[in-house]
């Protein structure tokens, strides 16, 4: 008999874990795909803070313990119209959760086609998500995806349409199990059932479009460039340091710490940086468009970030990113009444 | 057996073990990639992706902020 092939979503989880190992206990041979979208939590953005040990990858974590090969899949670009036009809208932020579910599952459709594969599991439990994971939901994404009855939900297969792997016989459906809700505890049991003792987080969290604070950052870039467009560097910076913006034609890039710092560098030929001379202190970017008043703006709100905080004058050098030239500003630091709460963005 | 080298330098995991992935598709059996990085992220996450997908690191060598990871391709 033919062995049958799925390819699992692997998100890092746990219920793509377990809905992986349900299915793996069946015999059928599993491997794991993962798409990288440039807003995915995990992964990158602990390189970027220090920390006392990096951060492991929990996708690559979850498959070697489940033992199956996985491809992650670049779709950053693919994905930019996922992000700027949500065919369902938003969630509570500039989350497209729905789109995103069925972009995924399309994109495994087509790897599964490509590669000969037989059906698509996901972690999915009816009720868990509030946008994406809902009854209502679950065949909006088989259909839109093209998956149809090939997309197989192992953790709450029983309370769906039986799917072409169970028609078959190919896993048995009552071997799957019935789970709904928000409730983390089936989960919890199956796990514990399974002796996982070790997991990333439960559910959520795996995204940056769901954090308020990122998408307030990249609400105001597409309002300052009048589209909804980025690229991935804009969609990194996004993510570090402290953004200021004290006009509307131009923002600072604060770096909070040395990984941040050192991070940061790796733009200066992309943008003029800003950096105190004489006092220890941050790594500045500038994002926009200034002249020289701007410029002297941005060197005071610098220096007040410096250890220099306190003196009548601080030396910022300003690296000119288009030219390289480097001038030094000696400015008096602003005071912290001055930086307007407005600002931070 | 040919030796390749990819930079992936100033990339953030997981475009590392992206970028290993994708050159290492277009080898032969026996072949060696090295791979050289700034992520620390990476010393973690390639041998990880190497273990899973049955190639081998026959090398690490960290230098500064640099990494140097050298993978030899698997031929199952």
Redesign the interface.
């Known amino acids: 008999m033919t062995k049958r092939k799925a390819v699992a979503l692997i998100s890092g989880g746990l219920d793509s874990m377990l809905a992986t190992r349900a299915i793996l206990d069946q015999g059928i041979h599993v491997e794991g795909i993962n798409f990288f979208t440039g807003f995915c939590v995990e992964g990158h953005t602990h390189a970027i803070r220090k920390h006392d040990k990096p951060k492991r990858n929990n996708a690559l974590w979850t498959a070697e313990q489940l033992g199956i090969k996985l491809h992650i899949i670049d779709v950053i670009e693919e994905y930019k119209d996922i992000v700027i036009n949500p065919r369902h809208g938003y969630g509570a932020h500039i989350n497209p959760c729905l789109d995103c579910k069925g972009f995924m599952v399309k994109k495994a459709r087509e790897w599964i086609e490509e590669n000969d594969f037989d059906f698509i599991i996901t972690g999915e439990v009816i009720g868990q998500r509030p946008m994406s994971q809902r009854k209502q939901t679950m065949p909006i994404i088989a259909a839109e995806s093209g998956a149809h009855d090939r997309l197989l939900r192992p953790l709450c297969a029983q309370n769906l349409p039986v799917t072409l792997p169970e028609r078959e016989g190919w896993v048995d459906r009552e071997k799957l199990f019935d789970f709904s809700g928000r409730s983390r505890k089936p989960q919890m049991a199956l796990a514990k059932q399974y002796e996982i003792s070790d997991y990333a987080q439960p559910a959520g969290g795996c995204c940056f479009l769901t954090d308020a604070a990122y998408s307030t950052k990249l609400q105001d870039l597409w309002r300052q460039r009048g589209d909804k467009t980025y690229e991935l560097d804009d969609i990194m910076l996004l993510k570090v340091g402290r953004h200021l913006r004290p006009q509307p034609h131009y923002k600072l890039i604060i770096g909070r710490e040395d990984g941040e710092n050192r991070f940061l560098e790796g733009y200066r030929r992309q943008f003029t940086a800003l950096r105190a001379s004489k006092h220890n202190g941050p790594l500045v970017l500038l994002d926009g468009s200034f002249n020289n008043e701007d410029l002297q703006q941005a060197a005071r709100i610098v220096a007040r970030y410096t250890q220099g905080r306190d003196e009548e004058s601080v030396d910022i050098d300003v690296t000119h990113h288009i030219n390289g030239v480097v001038e030094t500003l000696s400015v008096k630091p602003m005071s912290s009444d001055d930086i307007q709460q407005q600002w931070h963005i | 057996m040919n030796i390749y080298q990819l930079d992936a330098r ?1 990339l ?4 590392p ?2 970028r290993t ?1 994708n050159f290492i598709k277009k080898l032969e059996a026996g072949d060696q990639l090295e791979v050289t990085c700034t ?3 990476a ?3 390639v041998p ?2 190497c ?3 049955g190639h081998k690191v026959i090398g690490t060598i960290t230098e500064e ?1 640099e990494i140097r990871i050298t993978i030899e391709v698997d031929g199952s």
């Open positions: 100033r953030l995991c997981p475009m073990v992206i992935q992520d620390p992220g010393l973690i996450d990880t992706w273990r899973i997908n902020d």
